[in-house]
Every structure is written in C-alpha cells, then in structure tokens.
C-alpha cells in the first residue's frame, strides 16, 4: 500500500496537479484551444518524439514483439467494442462512438508524459510509448474515423492525411539519425532540449483546458460507464493476457501494460465534434475516463512493476 501511495503520489497526482492548472487557466483565460493543439502538434511532441528516438536503440526483435502485441490488442479492442455495442442496443452513431472511445487512448499527451515519468532511466520504455503514438494516430485517422465518416472520404485522403503528420517525419527523421549515427551540433540540440523539455508541462495543460470545455451534467449514463470500464479495466485485462502469451518481460512487458491503461483519447471527442456525430457523449467520456484513470494507472503502474520489474 504504500508503494502504492508513492506511485500516486509521484507520477500519477503530478499529472492531476497540471491537469488542474489547465483548467484553472482556461476557466480564466479562454485560450485559443485549437492554436494549444497546433502549437502541441506540429512542435512540442514531434522535438520530444524525435530527441526520444534518436537517443534511444530498440533491437528489431523487441520491436517485433511491440507490433505484434499492439496488432493483437488493437484487434481484440475492436472485437469486444463491436459485440458490446450491439448487446447495448445502441444506435449507429453512438456505436460508432462507443467503439472510438474503447479502441481510441490518450497515448499522447497523456501516455508519453506517464512513460516519461515512470521510465526516466529507461528511455526504451518511453520509446516504445512513443511507437504506441504512431500506431494509435494511425487507427485514429483509419478506423476511427471510418467508423464516423465512412462515406465521406475516402482512404486514400485519409492516408494523406496521416503522411502529413508532423510525428510521423519526427520519427523517421529520428531512426534515420540514430542508425546512421549522426551528431546534432550543438545550436540546434541546445534549444530542441529546451522544447522537449517542456513537452509534459504543456501536453498536460493542454489536456486540461480542453477538459475545462466539458460539461458535467449526463456523465453518468450506461453507456459511458460501461465504456470506461472497458477501456480502464478490461483493456488492461486483454493486455496482461496478450503480454503473457506472447513471452514478453521486464522494461518491454511494463511499457506495453501500462500504455493499455490510458484513458479515451481526445481525438475520439475532437472526431465526434468535427462531424457533429454524439459529440456531447464523445466529450463526456473523455472527461470521466481521464478522472478515473488516476486511480487505475497507478494500479497498472504498481501491478507493471511487481510482475515485470
């Protein structure tokens, strides 16, 4: 119990605090949230991702086994959303919601700043968060948003879309850098320290004064809780399971657990919002599985260490 508290104490209310502040500051200040998201988008997480990968070595085995489990994992979310969905009787729009918000994690602004935090001396633990973004900003703009738009755009659009991520040419440019192992000079690595150092601060600020946009009232409806649970609990579940069949341990098995305990991505509410599709639901569910997913991660993070560490 009372490494429990630490873990909480340590990583999980840190992130809570600036959660906090994030709203406290939007309620306040009404920022320009879509200028936040950008200014996150197209610099803070692409330096932070770029700095992660070019410092860190992921053997082709290991890498193997990530894509491996997150393809089986991924799967079996959608899987277990779809036959919950048609148990629950609900509509094709709220299905179609229901399913984004169970496949759908925070493994950005949320995820990597966790993995920063619990892995601070183990870089490959962050990178591989990291390769978890990629994948999950892929079924962001493939499945999730088929599941909303299906007959409005098609997949070579969203494709191009997804090529003109800024992550995605941080990543490349990283593993072209680190395989060939070229040195960044100084003046240009001094202030990309600087930025990837305040990736977490504004990740979770950000993260904040988008939740501050939320409404309360309705939260506590069948749907979203059942949701929750799935995506909180079950997820976690699935993946254990994944982890242990596929043989995996130590750093790799931590990472891969962990990261299947995040809670529903903002893109699902963003998604929602953009095509007026459940948007209210979308933002609600967001909402609850953030808040409680502070007592779920830390129990993820506790149980990732006892079995994995």
Same mark, same amino acid.
């Given at each position: 119990m009372?490494? !429990?508290?630490?873990?909480?104490?340590?990583?999980? @209310? =840190?992130?809570?605090?600036? +959660?906090? &502040?994030? &709203?406290g !500051?939007?309620?306040?200040?009404?920022?320009?949230?879509?200028?936040?998201?950008?200014? +996150?988008?197209?610099?803070?997480? =692409?330096? @932070?991702?770029? !700095?992660?990968?070019?410092?860190?070595?992921?053997?082709?085995?290991? *890498?193997?086994?990530?894509a491996?489990?997150?393809? /089986?994992? %991924?799967?079996? $979310?959608?899987?277990?959303?779809?036959?919950?969905?048609?148990?629950l009787?609900?509509?094709?729009?709220?299905?179609?919601?229901?399913?984004?918000?169970?496949?759908?994690?925070?493994?950005?602004?949320?995820?990597i700043?966790? #993995? $920063?935090?619990?892995?601070?001396?183990?870089?490959?633990?962050? #990178?591989? $968060?990291? %390769?978890?973004? /990629?994948?999950?900003?892929?079924?962001?703009?493939?499945?999730?948003l088929?599941?909303?738009i299906? @007959?409005?755009?098609s997949?070579?659009?969203?494709?191009?879309?997804?090529?003109?991520?800024?992550? &995605?040419h941080?990543?490349?440019?990283?593993?072209?850098?680190?395989?060939?192992?070229?040195?960044?000079p100084?003046? &240009?690595r001094? =202030?990309?320290?600087?930025?990837?150092?305040?990736?977490?601060?504004?990740?979770?600020i950000?993260l904040?004064?988008?939740? @501050?946009?939320?409404?309360?009232?309705?939260m506590?409806?069948k749907?979203?809780?059942i949701?929750?649970?799935?995506?909180l609990?079950i997820? =976690?579940?699935?993946a *254990?399971?994944? %982890?242990?069949?596929?043989?995996?341990?130590?750093?790799v098995?931590q990472?891969l657990?962990?990261?299947?305990?995040?809670?529903?991505?903002?893109?699902?509410s963003?998604?929602? !919002?953009?095509?007026?599709?459940?948007?209210?639901?979308?933002?609600q569910?967001v909402?609850?599985?953030?808040?409680?997913?502070?007592?779920?991660?830390?129990f993820? %993070?506790?149980l990732?260490?006892?079995?994995?560490?």
């Open positions: 009372t490494y !429990l508290s630490m873990i909480f104490f340590q990583i999980v @209310a =840190p992130i809570l605090v600036l +959660l906090v &502040v994030g &709203v !500051l939007q309620k306040k200040f009404q920022f320009n949230l879509k200028a936040m998201s950008q200014l +996150l988008t197209y610099c803070f997480m =692409p330096i @932070a991702v770029f !700095l992660n990968i070019y410092e860190t070595s992921i053997e082709l085995t290991i *890498l193997g086994q990530v491996l489990f997150i393809t /089986i994992f %991924i799967g079996s $979310q959608m899987i277990l959303s779809h036959y919950i969905a048609k148990l009787g609900l509509e094709r729009s709220e299905t179609a919601v229901f399913k984004n918000s169970v496949v759908l994690i925070n493994s950005g602004n949320y995820g700043p966790v #993995a $920063q935090m619990v892995f601070a001396t183990q870089p490959i633990g962050v #990178a591989i $968060q990291v %390769i978890l973004v /990629i994948f999950q900003n892929m079924t962001t703009y493939t499945y999730g088929y599941n909303l299906s @007959a409005t755009k997949g070579k659009d969203i494709f191009r879309d997804f090529l003109k991520m800024p992550i &995605v941080a990543l490349v440019l990283g593993v072209l850098l680190n395989i060939f192992n070229i040195e960044i100084q003046f &240009v001094i =202030p990309l320290d600087h930025i990837s150092d305040g990736f977490v601060a504004m990740a979770l950000t904040g004064a988008q939740l @501050a946009q939320i409404e309360l009232r309705t506590l409806n749907t979203i809780l949701s929750c649970f799935t995506r609990i997820g =976690p579940a699935i *254990l399971v994944t %982890i242990y069949l596929l043989g995996i341990d130590g750093v098995a990472s657990l962990i990261a299947s305990s995040f809670p529903t991505s903002r893109n699902s963003s998604l929602a !919002l953009e095509y007026d599709i459940e948007s209210n639901t979308a933002a569910t909402l609850f599985s953030t808040i409680v997913s502070c007592l779920t991660v830390t993820v %993070i506790y990732s260490t006892v079995l994995f560490g």
